[in-house]
């Protein structure tokens, strides 16, 4: 059985942020203490997902507000996920994710919107899933408001290490998958979504990160998305 915990971040325990950075170097190269710790000390939410006390997976996340077309919108910026591969079949984070927008934005009358970076073809390809609506999308240009709208959150937070003629993402020390999870399976190759993200992001391989945006809504979810948001699944908030 798989338990989500919605922690704040500033009260991970140092035993859980451990298993969390041994859990990332499983997948990502590159990735060492410091760098984790300042990611976890920028955002105000960890979901923790754990099976009889073994950590199967996390998410860090950072709500903010902004300003967009004359009103305050909110921004939940998601920082470090990884799952195990025994759950990649699972739907337990996008679960968790789903009731801690529930939980954390609740009832509030701004628009939420997700602002995430990708550099592997899973967590773009979740959005198709996920959104009706999200940018970039191959099927149509983002609309120049919703560009502008990307260049500057993007601009504001990650400053030089963007570059708004791509939408592109490099970090300075960039989170590279390893060699096993950078190759992009050949039955993957046909799919619209996997394609193009790969066309958006050719350095994905050395740790590139593409920008997206997508509304977090009832009317901007898919059928997936909706059962994902409806469904009766627990989270555990530990303060």
């Known amino acids: 059985m798989i338990e989500a ?11 859980d942020q451990r298993l969390m950075l041994a859990l990332l170097q499983t997948h990502f190269e590159g990735v060492h203490w410091p760098q984790f710790q300042a990611d976890l000390g920028s955002k105000d939410w960890v979901i923790l997902l754990k099976s009889a006390g073994i950590l199967k997976g996390f998410t860090t996340f950072g709500f903010y507000p902004t300003q967009w077309e004359g009103q305050t919108v909110r921004i939940v910026y998601s920082g470090d996920t990884i799952t195990d591969p025994s759950m990649w079949s699972n739907p337990a984070l996008a679960k968790a994710w789903t009731k801690a927008m529930q939980i954390l934005h609740g009832a509030r009358s701004e628009k939420l919107y997700w602002l995430l970076i990708s550099s592997g073809y899973r967590t773009y390809r979740f959005l198709s ?36 003629s791509s939408g592109i993402v490099r970090l300075p ?13 050949t039955e993957k190759l046909g799919d619209r979504h996997v394609e193009f993200f790969l066309q958006k992001n050719p350095g994905h391989i050395q740790g590139d990160e593409l920008v997206c945006l997508a509304e977090v809504s009832t009317e901007n979810l898919t059928r997936a998305g909706l059962r994902i948001w409806h469904s009766s699944y627990a989270v555990n908030i530990l303060s």
């Open 129 to 164: 899933i996920f959104a009706k609506e999200f940018y970039p999308h191959y099927l149509h240009p983002t609309p120049p408001p919703v560009q502008n709208f990307i260049h500057r959150l993007a601009q504001n937070k990650f400053q030089a290490n963007y570059d708004p």
């Open 173 to 185: 020390r960039p989170q590279v998958l390893t060699p096993n999870l950078r190759r992009v399976p």
């Open 5 to 15: 915990f919605l922690v704040p971040a500033d009260q991970i325990t140092d035993a």
